[in-house]
């Protein structure tokens, strides 16, 4: 019952600030009044230094400051540990807590799939998602296969001759995006052999022929394919990505596969926030999403812009999350 | 560009005032950083990342890069003078340091690390420069197999890493590999042991054991032992002569170790703990007396100080030539040549040459600067033993309570120390020894993880371990030094028995 009321203030909400300009600043939504953050707002890492969300977080908040976009001070506080379910667990004990908010992307949701967090993306608050980066499916460059479709023909013949390697552990993101792409392919998704390497030893591997394929961010992927040292057979984007190599890297739509996967990374307040200070978060997010300083950070890193808005979000991860869910089913892993 | 005429350009980065500033910066933050009991590099760097926005890149990556053997450097400091690992690659320092430093030799102890340090960071700087490019295919080189064979091999140690009862060391080593069971596995996403509590999915952090069995129980003894004067009578500072027999002593492991040290650096994910490891085992093993090891032995000192400043350098190869982070630290450090808009990967050498080699040739400036910086403190290091002991337990548990919990900021960690620390003097009492506990929870992860990755790829089949020549030939040396020692050992009593 909380939820239908929630969501259809969302969907007012939403409404109303499509009908505002996006120049407008001063605009905190339409509904119980207004918001601005009074004390330092909380950002947090669910990880460690130096890692994705990490590096989200941080230049978000870095820009935010530097464009004065949010006038108050924002600090980036990392809660490492259980591939987020800490930082997600600390963050839901703040609730209704309009000064704090945390960084995500798809573990959010393979995480507590796979068991390992009480707390899903259905838990928390979404404000907007800002940035979609794409799984990219490498081999070494003197590799037999030279499309997915070698790839995914050699698997139907004989799965167990191929081994995937990635760095996420099996029912996450490196693992569930081949799964994905190559069920679609007509692949047994139960028969694909998939090991995890957490040491930095995935690349190592493919390099040195140990195994077939890296499953990983398309971003790991450029200096090495630069280099010669692989090649991409396929990326999950839904288009030809741009950029300098980007481009040249093939999708599995384009090879007869139909089927994509995203990384989204977006914002999460915790549960029960005001309708008013969401509002004025999505509104924020979005001006940062549209700023130039935002777009060098997104050039920096290689990101693709993806804004969202609270209601928008919420619906595209409802409809993740149920694929998801059936094919982490499929193999055996769901709980 | 070939290297030489890159190191002429790393040269003027690094001998800029600009760099030489930067690189004196980073090493003086990183030794102080590196000082404290449980603070180690990944720390420094982390606080240092948000100093570099907007610094020009070369010398903002020259400075972290001098935080980050700095803080190796330093590191040896607390594990000599009070028990306390600043950081993992460490603990192996203090199995003779602290033995050491309890004898009154803390000056000499600390001048020893010093000095093996500065050779073992020169040498493997030196290495790093010739042969950077063709390393990294040495650090690829390695594949699941490989690397089960390599910690395999780490792993027969463990009887000469304890002093009397073998099967006490077992024992601990068998409680050692339970630990590092705890959390989620990697391979299949299983919670083993958590108990369903997410404090648990991790398992412990390295630092959480080693300051638990190390400082905490330390600090237990030190209570315990409290109306025993005769030790803190004895713990002055002692001369920091080095006397030319103690020098000759050292020059042996220290020659060695500084290459071990760095070839196992260039591996991911072998790293500084598993070098300094190593190489103290490998001194031991072929000592002439290994009997001093343990107690305060100057090659038990210099073997792994030597080798993890080397494995250090060492660990730039695959990040900087291929991009790969080795460890938690090059992990960060990474995360702050991204920071920078730098991505260190193959094309790093061409692409951005005043940095890959700006940084290379820093590290010669920042090694001498660090033995320059760190000579002259000893005397005043040293005197932190002279603080009155109610005072000096209080810090070191001060200190090993912030370093745990700047791990990742959680309380349950706290009490994960105290519980590890419990064990640790439960262990002392009962003469159960800390190092081979310590040994399998560095290599029983990793070995584990190795050897499941190697039974996916072979479809079960253990042949993979002896298909190809590397692993092989890993596995051979295992085998040889499992059973050479055995059989001098029934040479020896065989021929003692005849004799009678």
Known sequence: MKKTIFASVLTMSALAFAGCGSDDTANTGGEGGSFEP??????????????GWDTTAREVARVFGETGIID?????????????????????????DAHSMFVASPPLMFVPLNGQSEHGHEDFTPLANMIADYGAFAVREDSEFEDLNDLFDQMKDDPESVTVIGTSAPGSMDHMQFVRIAKAAGVDPTKIKYVSDQEGGALTAVLNGSVDVFSTGVGETIEQVRAGNIKVLGVTAEERMEGEVLSEFPTAIEQGIDESFVNWRGFFGPPGMDQAAVDYYEAKFQELSESEEFAEVREKYGWNEMYMGSEEYNEFLEGEKEEIAALLEEIGLGQ | MDAFQGLMTGFQVALSLEGIMFVLIGVVVGTLIGMMPGLGPISAIAIMIPITYGMDPAPALVMMAGVYYGAVFGGSTSSILLNAPGISGTVATAFDGYPMAQQGKAGKALAIAAISSFVGGTVSVVMLMLLA????????SFGPPAYFAL???????????????????MIAAVAGFMVVTIGIDPQTGTQRFTFGNVNLFDGFDFLIIALGLFAVAEVCMLILNRKNRSLSDDQKLGSLKLSKADLKEMSGPVSRQSFVGFLLGVLPGAGATIASFISYIFEKRIAKNPEEFGKGSVKGLAAPESSNNAATSGAFVPLLSLGIPGSGTTAVMLGAFLVLGVQPGPLLMTDRPEIFWGIIASMYLGNVFLLILNLPLIPYLAKILSIPRPLLISLVIMFSL?????ISFNVFDLYMLLVFGA?????????????????????GGMMEQAFRQSMTISNG??????????PLSLLLVALVSLLVPAFLKWRSNRLAYKQR
């Open chain 1, 38 to 51: 009074s004390k330092t707002i909380e950002m947090v890492a669910p990880a460690g230094s130096g890692g």
């Open chain 1, 72 to 96: 108050e001070n924002m600090t980036v506080i990392n809660r490492e540990g259980g591939g987020g379910a800490i930082g997600w667990a600390y963050v839901h004990g703040k609730e209704g």
């Open chain 2, 133 to 140: 490019p063709a390393l990294s295919s040495v650090a690829i």
């Open chain 2, 151 to 169: 910690m395999f091999m780490g792993l027969t140690a463990i009887s000469s890493l304890s002093e009397g009862s073998t099967i006490k060391a």
């Open chain 2, 402 to 406: 912030i370093g745990v919990y700047s």
């Open chain 2, 423 to 443: 064990l640790g003097f439960a262990m002392r009492i009962f003469s159960f020894p800390a190092p081979p506990f310590i040994l399998a929870f560095i290599l």
């Open chain 2, 461 to 470: 089949s253990l042949s993979i371990f002896v298909d190809s020549p590397l």
